[in-house]
């Protein structure tokens, strides 16, 4: 949920045996642009140019239309599950939401005192949470003037991760004081905490079934949680000298990729595929480092710009 996260990928060590793949697009960039992000269709991309300036860009056929300038510059996107909405966070704690398609008119207003750190749109594509540093989450309406829904707070410092689970009853964050904590988002009442870790949690995912909460974060582990108690199923093999930090999964609730950054800064980041019914991973194999990567219809796709020339190939 910050900006370009998943960008990361594109330092992702390469390793010689590349799976198959096969083409998904090829198209020409506006700019010179070390990365991108993917939408979840597929059917576009945020272009981040050399020079700090954003684009939309259609896949596959490469019409694109200017996103946001250099300055201010950015500090949280994230598209809508739709791909319909994008929702950009400024230093300043002002939020921005923007049409993603067609020719909406963009919203924008001051969220927060602060720089906005996460972003996250609901599955409804309506509503939105803010989180800007060292300050509590808030809930916004996406009416034509957001309206304040909710003030989500913590013992100390901001919050780092938020889901909501597929049937949009529940909201689930985590707050650098290490604390998960449960919502009813029918009246914003909070229901349980979970008190388990030491360390934060980065990223939190429910299953595409809504069966279980997935949480990865400094531990180096995924900890799968049952949403309905709160409690603690089981913990996945720690990936040792590692934070998680981004968890999707593909075509179903079994099989995720994850990906990690070294703690030590001394690696660059690297991703796991999990299988969750054996509990056991094998690497993400790559024959070149990848500049944007997303899951699109349950499958990976990786992109690689030169120069400026994106393509993009599906992973079998």
């Not at 979840?40 to 860009?57: F, M, W």
């Not at 009813?184 to 030491?198: H, S």
Request: charge should be negative; glycine fraction near 8%.
């Amino acid at each position: 949920m910050r900006a370009f996260r998943l960008a990361a990928v594109l330092v992702i060590s390469a390793v010689t045996a590349a799976v198959a793949s096969q083409p998904v697009a090829k198209v020409q960039l506006p700019c010179d642009s070390l990365y991108q992000m993917l939408s979840p269709t597929g059917k576009q991309a945020v272009v981040a140019c050399k020079d700090h300036r954003s684009y939309l860009v259609s896949i596959p056929d490469g019409a694109s239309r200017p996103l946001l300038p250099a300055e201010p510059r950015v500090s949280a996107l994230v598209y809508s599950k739709d791909g319909q909405w994008l929702a950009a966070g400024f230093p300043d704690g002002t939020v921005r939401v923007m049409p993603g398609q067609g020719t909406a008119a963009a919203r924008q207003w001051k969220a927060g005192p602060h720089r906005i750190d996460t972003l996250y749109l609901f599955p409804d594509g309506k509503k939105l949470f803010v989180a800007p540093v060292d300050s509590p989450g808030t809930v916004w309406e996406l009416t034509e003037t957001p309206t304040l829904l909710a003030t989500l707070p913590v013992a100390f410092g901001g919050m780092d991760a938020v889901a909501v689970s597929p049937d949009g009853e529940l909201l689930v964050a985590a707050g650098d004081d290490t604390v998960l904590r449960w919502y009813d988002t029918a009246t914003w009442q909070k229901m349980r905490e979970y008190n388990g870790f030491l360390l934060e949690t980065f990223v939190l995912t429910f299953t595409p079934d809504g069966k279980y909460l997935l949480a990865g974060g400094a531990d180096s582990r995924i900890t799968v949680l049952d949403p309905a108690s709160g409690q603690q199923v089981r913990q996945l093999p720690p990936e040792a000298g590692s934070s998680v930090a981004d968890i999707d999964f593909l075509g179903g609730p079994q099989r995720t990729l994850t990906l990690y950054f070294d703690n030590s800064g001394e690696k660059p980041p690297h991703a796991l595929f999990w299988d969750l019914a054996t509990d056991k991973s094998t690497p993400l194999k790559a024959d070149s480092r990848p500049t944007c990567s997303g899951i699109v219809t349950g499958k990976l796709w990786l992109c690689n710009s030169d120069s400026r020339t994106l393509t993009i190939l599906q992973q079998e």
